[in-house]
């Protein structure tokens, strides 16, 4: 069910909201949190779809704030709200309210935003593109207890990275953090396996890429050592090479959803290290809703280096 509201109020939204659930005959208790994406029209069909395939696993009420402008800076919007809301099918497993924001609102989202929170539930921002420098202290941040960001979505990764460091609050993630759990998770499992003291460290992946940085600093603050960045073709982090006294532990992933792990004395082995969709990154954010202490490791790396 699909209910158009022009020129609207967040009271007008939400009594349609419960319009809609009654005519399908849906509670709203199912619902584990509210998901506020933050986003541009370009790019809200494709952050819609990746939140909706994550609420087969999280039932939420998804709010997309979309802040139109006018094309000329001279040109003046009036104020104006505009929305779609979706229940039952159009909604997959959740709700979605999509709202389009004109003039003088758009400077205001929070306020349009939080009445629509569900009540003592979780709240969480995403912002697919051009998140803000400093999102906890963002007006839409403030309202969440997680904040998603994404380095792989701004013009300069790399500046972007630095200015996170310096304003990162207990709730910041990144998905080019969460990219990386499977590395995480090989790295670690190859480490008991062999259990030695590992000297030096190479991380190789394609040059100003923020997963790469983030994995280097990780394994810094974790290991102990200077991690040396290598510029590879790509795509994303290729290889992680972890010297020992008795040889290399390497992760080789050149290309494709395979990688080789080769540990020191032992026969090469294939491992499963695709690049996973959107949807499946927003959906292993939404699992956890704690302050994610390993990233804010990785982000502050040893604090001795910078992105160079």
Known sequence: MKIDLTNTTAG??????????????????????????????????????????????????????????????????????????????????????????????????????????????????????????????????????????????VEDPMATLQARVRSYAPGDTDLAWTRLT???????AALDQARVPVISATVEAEAENPAAELLARWLEARLGVTVDRVDSAGPVVTAVRLGTAGGEIVIDRPEGPLATLSLPGQPPRSLALKVRPTSELIAEELRRLDSDEMYAIALHGDGSRGTN
Do not use: C, F
């Open 12 to 153: 007008a939204i939400d009594r349609a909201l419960v319009r809609g659930r009654r005519a399908i005959g849906t509670p709203a208790v199912g619902m584990v949190l509210t998901l506020v994406i933050v986003t541009d029209e370009e790019n809200a069909y494709d952050a819609l779809k990746a939140a909706g395939d994550a609420s087969r696993e999280h039932p939420s009420r998804t709010l997309v704030v979309i802040k139109r402008h006018t094309r000329a800076a001279h040109e003046r919007t009036l104020p104006r709200l505009d929305a779609e809301v979706r229940v039952g099918y159009e909604a997959g497993t959740g709700e979605t309210v999509v709202l389009r924001m004109y003039g003088e609102v758009s400077e205001h989202a929070d306020s349009v935003v939080l009445p629509l929170l569900l009540p003592d539930a979780p709240v969480v921002v995403w912002w697919p593109v051009n998140g803000p420098l400093d999102p906890a202290n963002d007006p839409l941040g403030a309202l969440a207890q997680r904040r998603i960001t994404d380095l792989y979505a």
């Open 182 to 188: 499977l590395w995480r998770s090989m790295l670690a």
